[in-house]
Nanobody, 122 residues
Framework: QVQLVESGGGLVQAGGSLRLSCAAS????????ICWFRQAPGQERECVAT????????YYADSVKGRFTISRDNVKNTVYLQMNNLKPEDTAVYHCAVGSKYSTNADDYDSWGQGTQITLSS
């Protein structure tokens, strides 16, 4: 199983920016399909951004499109989530996860990081 470690969360004012990092183990990192999920209290887990493929395909949920950017560094075995113009509704625990196929369904992802909290102050 792939080991994942997230970092970069914290408290930020609305309109601010944060960059999350997800460091992964394993030699086949460039082949991983990785999604950033988030889960707010009382809500279902949501896949907000996915990256996959040699050509670096990406997917964004409508709720973050135009504000969040997912990218990967295959030398550092790390995936990033750059989050700009953050809103109070972005408050959640953010997890990165690795799956074997492109999907926005959490059940299709096998390895998960421990999560990092992002809290927005208005």
């Amino acid at each position: 199983q792939v080991q994942l470690v997230e970092s970069g969360g914290g408290l930020v004012q609305a309109g601010g920016s944060l960059r999350l990092s997800c460091a992964a183990s394993g030699r086949a990192f460039s082949n991983y399909i990785i999604c950033w999920f988030r889960q707010a209290p009382g809500q279902e887990r949501e896949c907000v951004a996915t990256i996959w493929g040699i050509g670096v395909s990406t997917y964004y949920a409508d709720s973050v499109k135009g504000r969040f950017t997912i990218s990967r560094d295959n030398v550092k075995n790390t995936v990033y989530l750059q989050m700009n113009n953050l809103k109070p509704e972005d408050t959640a625990v953010y997890h990165c996860a690795v799956g074997s196929k492109y999907s926005t369904n959490a059940d299709d992802y096998d390895s998960w990081g421990q999560g990092t909290q992002i809290t927005l102050s208005s």
